[in-house]
C-alpha cells in the first residue's frame, strides 16, 4: 500500500518595510525577531536609511532601498515580486515599530492551510459606531498573505500610498471568492501612533496622536476610496467619509486642531481626485522634499498632440503639482521638439487688454515684466530661459548690461541680433565663468525644471550679494487648477515637471539660502491661464472662423474677470506665483 505523501511546506518570505528608523536596521525588534521565523527576510528602505552602513550589512542580508518614501504600498508590491522570484508563496507583512511574538508566524501558517483562505490577519479592535466600511479594523502588521492570490487580483493599490492598503487588498480578495481570516488572538504588539483617552459629550474616546502630515495622507487614501466607491458602493463611501470626519472632529476636541484640519485636506484632495496614477512616485517633491501622492492621471494626446502620457502628483507639504518620474533626456528632447521658445514673443497687452483697460492691472503686468525691479533701476541681468530674446532687449534698451541663457538651440534669435550674449547651456556651467548679477529673471521656467533646487542654486550662485532672483510660474493651488484639474491650461504635460505653490517657492528659498523680498499670486494673465482653459472646449467644438475667434476672445475675457475676482476673495488664488529673493545676511 503506497504511503501518503503530505504537502510540500510553502516558503514563507518576511517583509519588514523600514522608513527612517530610530536605530540601526538590524537592531530593529522587528527585523532581530523575524528573521528565525521565516524561510527568507526582506527588508524593504522605503527612504530615509541606509543600506550601505555597516550597522545594515551586519543584520539580513537582502534588501530593497528606495531613494524615497513611495508608501506601504508600493514596498509591498516589491515585496511580493521579490516572493515570487525567489518561490516564497506566503508573505508575512511586519511594521518596523512592531513586536512579535514567539511562533507568531506558524500561528498564520495553521490558519492559513485550511482551503480557500488567501490571507490571515490580527484579530480586529471592536468597531462600537460601526462605521470601518471593510471587514476587519486591524492593522497590516502581522498579516499573512497568498502571494498567488495577491496577484491575481492585481496586487496593493499603490494609489493609497499608506492607509487602507490592506483593508482595500483584502475586500478585493473576498470579492474575488478567497476567504480572509482572523487570528485566534494576537500574535504582535503593535501602537498606532500616540494614542490617548479624551472625553467627548460625556463618552470615552481614543485620540491616535498622528502629526499633521500622517492625518494628510490619511485623508488622501480615504478620499481616494470615497470617490471610487461612491458609485456602486454609496454606503461604503458614506461610512468611509463619516468616520474621518469623526476622527478628524476628535482631533479638535483634542487640541490637534492641525491634524484634523490636514486630514480634512487630504480628505478633499483626494475626493477630488478623477484618475491618479496606478503605480507611486518615484521621487520626493522637488520643490520641499515632501511625499508625493497621485493626483490626477495624465491629460490625453489631443490635448497636446505629444503622445505621451505623464502622471500628476500632488505633495502633502507645499501643495506643488509635480511628475512622480524623471524622465529620461530623450524624452525631455521629445517634448520640445516642437516647443516655440524660439517664436517672436506677442505684444505684450493682447486684444483683451484693450477691453479691461484697468490701470492696475497695466502696473501689474509692467512689474511682472521688470521682474519687479524698481523703475529706472540698472545693473546687470540675467534672464533665464530667455525664449526669443525680445525682453533682453528691452532691459537692454532701459540701460541694463543683459545676458540671457537658454538650452533650446533656436532661442534669443532677437537678442542675438541685437549683440547680446546669449548662453545655450545649462545654468550651473556658467558658475565661476561669469561675473555675478543684481537681478537674475526666470520666467515660466523653473516648473520645466527636472530639479528646481538645482536650477535655484545655481542662480543664487551667480548673484552678486545685493542681487535678487525673481521666480514666475504657474500657481498650483490656483482657481485654475481647481476648477479644472487636469484639464488645467497651466498644467501642460509632460514638459511642466514641477508647478510650483507660493509655499513651495518660500521653502525653496530657505533651501537654497535665500531670504524672501515679496512672494504673492498674481491675476495679471489670468486671461492666458484661466482664459485659455475655458477657451480649450469653445476652440474645440466650433468650427473655425469668426465664431470661434469671438468664442475665444471671451472665454479669455471671462478667465480675466474671474482671475481678477479669485485675488479679491484669496490673494493666494491667482494664476501664477511671484516670488522675490535675495541672498540671505549672514
Request: charge should be positive.
Amino acid at each position: 500500500m503506497a504511503e501518503a505523501r503530505l504537502p510540500a511546506p510553502r516558503r514563507t518570505l518576511g517583509v519588514v518595510v523600514v522608513h527612517k528608523p530610530d536605530r540601526a536596521v538590524a537592531d530593529l525588534p522587528a527585523v532581530r525577531d523575524l528573521l528565525d521565523q521565516v524561510d527568507e527576510l526582506l527588508v524593504v528602505l522605503n527612504g530615509g536609511a541606509d543600506a550601505s552602513s555597516p550597522a545594515f550589512a551586519a543584520g539580513p542580508r537582502r534588501w530593497i532601498a528606495f531613494d524615497t518614501n513611495r508608501g506601504t504600498a508600493a514596498a509591498w508590491n516589491a515585496a511580493v515580486g521579490a516572493a515570487a522570484d525567489s518561490g516564497c508563496e506566503l508573505l508575512f507583512i511586519l511594521d518596523q515599530d512592531s513586536v512579535i511574538h514567539r511562533g507568531a508566524v506558524d500561528a498564520a501558517l495553521a490558519v492559513i492551510a485550511a482551503p480557500g483562505v488567501a490571507a490571515v490577519v490580527q484579530p480586529a479592535r471592536k468597531d462600537i459606531l460601526r462605521l470601518d466600511p471593510f471587514p476587519w479594523n486591524t492593522v497590516a502588521s502581522g498579516s499573512l498573505l497568498d502571494v498567488a492570490a495577491v496577484r491575481a487580483v492585481g496586487g496593493f493599490d499603490e494609489r493609497l500610498f499608506v492607509d487602507e492598503v490592506d483593508h482595500e487588498v483584502f475586500s478585493r480578495l473576498i470579492t474575488a471568492g478567497y476567504e480572509v481570516r482572523q487570528l485566534p488572538a494576537p500574535t504582535i504588539a503593535h501602537q498606532t501612533g500616540s494614542p490617548r483617552h479624551i472625553s467627548v459629550l460625556g463618552r470615552r474616546a481614543v485620540v491616535s496622536g498622528h502629526g499633521a502630515r500622517r492625518r494628510r495622507l490619511q485623508g488622501f487614501s480615504a478620499g481616494v476610496l470615497a470617490r471610487r466607491y461612491a458609485r456602486h458602493e454609496p454606503a461604503t463611501a458614506a461610512r468611509l467619509l463619516l468616520r474621518h470626519a469623526l476622527t478628524a472632529a476628535k482631533d479638535a476636541v483634542a487640541g490637534e486642531g492641525r491634524a484634523g484640519r490636514a486630514l480634512v485636506s487630504g480628505l478633499v484632495a483626494g475626493a477630488s481626485t478623477g484618475r491618479p496614477p496606478n503605480r507611486a512616485a518615484e521621487r520626493a517633491c522637488p520643490y520641499c522634499e515632501g511625499d508625493l501622492v497621485g493626483r490626477f492621471g495624465g491629460v490625453a494626446d489631443w490635448l497636446f498632440g505629444t503622445g505621451e502620457r505623464g502622471d500628476v502628483y500632488w505633495c502633502t507639504e507645499c501643495g506643488a503639482l509635480a511628475a512622480g518620474h524623471v524622465p529620461s533626456p530623450g524624452a525631455l528632447a521629445s517634448w520640445y521638439a516642437r516647443y516655440y521658445t524660439h517664436a517672436t514673443e506677442p505684444e505684450r497687452h493682447r486684444a483683451w487688454s484693450g477691453v479691461w483697460p484697468t490701470q492696475a492691472r497695466r502696473r501689474e503686468i509692467d512689474a511682472l515684466h521688470r521682474f519687479l525691479s524698481p523703475p529706472g533701476a540698472t545693473g546687470r541681468f540675467l534672464e533665464v530661459g530667455t525664449g526669443a530674446g525680445t525682453r533682453l532687449v528691452e532691459f537692454a534698451d532701459a540701460g541694463w548690461d543683459v545676458v540671457g541663457q537658454d538650452l533650446d538651440p533656436k532661442a534669443g534669435h532677437a537678442a542675438v541680433e541685437r549683440g547680446i550674449v546669449v548662453h545655450r547651456c545649462p545654468v550651473e556651467n556658467l558658475v565661476g565663468t561669469i561675473a555675478h548679477f543684481d537681478l537674475i529673471g526666470l520666467s515660466h521656467v523653473i516648473e520645466h525644471a527636472v530639479e528646481p533646487a538645482e536650477l535655484l542654486a545655481a542662480c543664487r550662485a551667480l548673484l552678486a550679494p545685493n542681487g535678487r532672483i525673481c521666480v514666475i510660474a504657474p500657481n498650483a493651488a490656483g482657481l485654475g487648477r481647481r476648477l479644472f484639474g487636469r484639464w488645467w491650461y497651466g498644467l501642460d504635460q509632460p514638459r511642466h515637471l514641477a508647478i510650483p505653490t507660493l509655499e513651495s517657492l518660500e521653502r525653496l528659498g530657505v533651501r537654497c539660502d535665500l531670504d524672501v523680498v515679496a512672494a504673492r499670486s498674481a491675476a495679471a494673465n489670468a486671461a492666458v491661464v484661466l482664459g485659455g482653459s475655458l477657451a480649450r472646449p469653445v476652440e474645440n467644438r466650433l468650427p473655425a472662423g469668426r465664431l470661434r475667434r469671438a468664442g475665444g476672445f471671451c472665454a479669455h475675457l471671462l478667465g480675466q474677470a474671474m482671475g481678477r475676482a479669485a485675488v479679491v476673495v484669496d490673494s493666494r488664488l491667482g494664476e501664477e506665483v511671484v516670488w522675490l529673493g535675495q541672498p540671505r545676511r549672514p
